[in-house]
């Protein structure tokens, strides 16, 4: 046993070194200078090809106040919301030192300052490292400046240098910025609002920042900041920073900031691109926003200048030829998204985001969700059919040329073989645009005319779930489609952004090969690499098999020859794609490829003050507003431009698949058929309807019952009470929602504006 000598011996050596490991440290750090931490430099956004394209972050939204210049009300909002014992304590929390400590040492994510004074070290010290080195660095500094500096001086050090949000640093430019004053003229219940953005300015900007977080919406963000803003003024109120009449004055009504501005440069589509290339990089490497807008960053993205510009110039070239909205009032509040991807690459070459920052557009449309894509859905049911089978297929897939009742307002029955209720009990039916009478046609036949009773009996029979993993294997994001898997998801009701949907027919383009979409290929700090963003580029993965992608292709280049899309045949070279307009008339979709290209353009109105869809009925002096019509004329022209000069390599053959199944639902089945592909496809033999609208009529009651499976003896176009869909456009639209007995729930998903980000192409890990 060693002597108590010994021991103690050892126990002093301890605390000895460990007090001059201590006292080296504390001498070795300085105190920070809050100048220093105001310095700024431009990131740099350059173009496909290298030249470049913009530089933001010039550093004037930076100025720093004397502390006479703040407010008392600010300084005391802070205080109250962050850190009460300010004018107490030493500077630092221990205990929030040590739980740091132990969660980084545990390989955890690292905790932020508790304190005031340690939030200011933490604000000027530029190396943003997560490594206890650092931390225990940041302590030494936080120790030092709460011994050395007067409170006053941290507190101004603190609100000088800390971020709002938007570009602002400080509360001279935060002031500026959202009330568009000086920080000595703010009132209580302003200062209150910009205290609340220290909690986290992406989640609590009124305004939103959907660009950067799907959750970040401007009506989540403002129901946040407007209850911590409520309880910051509370908490003023309780510490008595605040008299019972200035806080009943501060509550009375929440003081809404300005909206954003653009800022210099950031201009036209330029705005849009800078901040998809942003949010890439913030959600692909360790930099935090506030990082990044101090700047210095060179960020190098995959947008090629030539089809940027031809996207936009597509886009205003229809809208001057068809909207006239100074003298029409139903051709006011339209918008348009627009992207374009190449297939077995990723590489987002040009997007179409909106009218642009300067004219107060600040949602991307190109990377948002919100806009159902109706009928431009249905290749994903025909994929999910040819994979999957039907439940009474025994696995075998379905082939193309199986037949399916394509006659307007029809029932929708079950695998047990019940029908689709509404929530009243009545029966649903599925409606198409028109009244025409198709009959038993097949699945080609109906993707060729956009007909709904086919594709929403098929995803029924096939299985929703089976649409939806075939749509997300595609590349579409799981949190964008309709989380009701009812009759209706089959047609549309999912609202993914136009860079997923570019990027899930590119899928079909590359055989079956999916690519997640990217817009950045490096990011460099000051030449060098920067060491945590993870590069792009990621090997395709084989999503779906071959066949099926050539087959779903075949199908499609049908659609462009002979059906709803036969517009884009001016594009005078091989391609396919599909059309699609919803319930309503709220929105409408083109989205088409070639081998080397896919884009989506999609159009839609939109309430500026509430951001909720409106129907586009009467829009551009016409009934209503198809996918076949505006939206393919602005992929034609953008993809002549886009692919002027390149060969046509047509699409390889389809061959072959699954099973024919004849009449689906008839009393008796006829005989199979052969599949017969058919890359050249040739004019349709039955012509096309004519549009026009149709007021179901009740019918008597029928039996909600029958005899399940192929060849059963129900009529599949029996008619009975209650309700129906609504149609949409010659694409077929979406529909109400039925009544799922199952469960399957009945509240339909059409989308409530598209500023929400929902489904934008960074909501997934690789996207």
Known sequence: ?????????????????????????????????????????????????????????????????????????MRWAVISAENKSFYQDSGIDPMGIARAVANMARGGQTQGGSTITQQYVKNTYLSQDQTLTRKFKEMFISIKVGTKLKKDVILRGYLNTSYFGRGAYGIQAAAQTYYGKDAVDLQPSECA???????????????????LDRSANAEANKKRSQNRWAWILGEMHKDKHLSD????????????PDGRKATKGMTGQISYLADTAKKYVLTHSDITEAQFDRGGYQIYTTFQKGKVNALAKAVKNVQKDRLDPKHRELD??????????????????????????????????????????????????????????????????????????????????????????????????????????????????????????????????????????????????????????????????????????????????????????????????????APSFVKPRPAPQQALDPNIANNVT????????????????????????????????????????T??????????????????????????????????????????????????????PGFPPATEIGTVQNEVGAPTPTPSATFTPTPTPTPSATPS???????????????????PGWGNTCDGNTTGPGGTDTGGGTDGGTSPTPTDTAGNGSTRGNGNGNGNGNGGFFGGPTG
């Open 1 to 73: 046993m060693p002597s108590w000598k010994l021991v103690s011996g050892l126990f002093i050596g301890f605390v000895g070194s460990l007090v001059a490991m201590v006292g080296i440290g504390y001498a070795m750090v300085s105190i920070p200078n809050e100048n220093d931490a105001a310095k700024s430099q431009n990131n740099v956004y350059y173009w496909a090809d290298g030249s470049q394209m913009v530089a933001t972050g010039t550093g004037v939204n930076r100025q720093n106040v004397n502390i006479e210049q703040i407010p008392p009300a």
């Open 193 to 211: 609002v910009l205290a609340a953005l220290l909690k986290g300015p992406t989640y609590y900007d009124p305004a939103g920042n959907p660009d």
């Open 245 to 256: 009449a200035d806080y009943q004055k501060a509550i009375k009504r929440y003081p809404m």
């Open 332 to 529: 006011k509040y339209v918008q348009f998204g627009a992207a374009s991807v190449v297939p077995r690459d990723g590489a987002i070459v040009a997007l179409y985001g909106g009218d642009g920052y300067e004219n107060g557009h600040f949602t991307n449309n190109a990377d948002t969700s919100g806009v159902p894509v109706g009928s431009t859905w249905k290749p994903f049911v025909l994929a999910a059919a040819m994979q999957y089978g039907t439940y009474d297929s025994k696995g075998e897939g379905v082939s193309p040329l199986s037949k399916y009742n394509g006659n307007d307002h029809l029932k929708v029955h079950k695998p047990d073989g019940s029908f689709y209720l509404n929530k009243d009990n009545s029966y649903f039916f599925q409606n198409n645009e028109s009244d025409h009478q198709w009959g038993y046609i097949t699945l080609r036949k109906a993707m060729e005319q956009s007909v709904n009773t086919p594709f929403v009996q098929l995803g029924v029979d096939v299985g929703m779930t089976h649409v939806r993993d075939v749509a997300k294997s595609a590349g579409i994001l799981g949190d964008s489609m309709s989380q009701d898997l009812n009759p209706s998801f089959a047609i549309g009701t999912s609202t993914p952004s136009a860079i997923r949907m570019a990027d899930a027919y590119a899928t079909f383009a590359a055989s079956g090969k999916q690519t997640a979409p990217y817009s950045v290929t490096a990011v460099k700090v000051n030449g060098a690499d």
């Open 554 to 593: 075949d199908v499609l280049e049908n659609v462009i020859q002979n059906g709803t899309g036969t517009n884009a045949k001016a594009l005078g070279r091989t391609a396919a794609g599909k059309t699609g307009t919803t319930d309503e008339n709220k929105s409408a979709w083109f989205v088409g490829y």
């Open 595 to 648: 081998q080397q290209l896919s884009t989506s353009v999609a159009m839609f109105r939109e309430n500026p003050k509430d951001h909720k869809l409106l129907s586009m009925n009467g829009t551009a002096g016409v009934d209503s507003i198809h996918g076949g019509d505006i939206p393919t004329s602005v992929w034609t022209e953008y993809m002549k431009t886009a692919l002027k000069g390149k060969n046509d």
């Open 689 to 707: 309807p004519t549009p026009s609208e149709t007021t179901p009529t009740p019918s008597p009651s029928a039996s909600a019952s029958c005899v």
